[in-house]
């Protein structure tokens, strides 16, 4: 699966961005779509996730202020992120995670980065 991430930029402390990431090749064994970011001299975190079936995970940080969405259709997630801090400037990473028939296993595919910079 292949992953095209946009959306990231500047923005004040408060504001608003939105994410999105389309999905590209197998994509009908993808079973869950996510959201991760990695802070300078930090582990990558997940963010949120999204299943196939629309099922939803929140970072505790981020539950009330960001809201993941997917669209099968466009194999495209999003994620709209509300009332940024500057704790929220990261790297954002989007994630599939696609099932392997061959090995009955799950492997997971990572677009490449988009950068959200929020200032005070």
């Known amino acids: 699966v292949q992953l095209q991430a946009s959306g990231g930029g500047l923005v004040q402390a408060g504001g608003s961005l939105r994410l999105s990431c389309v999905a590209s090749?197998?994509?009908?064994?993808?079973?869950?779509l996510g959201w991760y970011r990695q802070a300078p001299g930090k582990q990558r975190e997940l963010v949120a996730t999204?299943?196939?079936?629309?099922?939803?995970n929140y970072l505790d940080s981020v539950k009330g202020r960001f809201t993941i969405s997917r669209d099968n259709a466009k194999n495209t997630v999003y994620l709209q992120m509300n009332s940024l801090k500057p704790e929220d400037t990261a790297v954002y990473y989007c994630?599939?995670?696609?099932?392997?028939?061959?090995?009955?296993?799950?492997?997971?595919?990572w677009g490449q980065g988009t950068q959200v910079t929020v200032v005070a």
């Open positions: 090749g197998s994509t009908f064994s993808i079973t869950a």
């Open positions: 999204i299943s196939r079936g629309g099922g939803t």
């Open positions: 994630a599939a995670d696609y099932w392997v028939v061959a090995t009955t296993t799950v492997g997971r595919d």
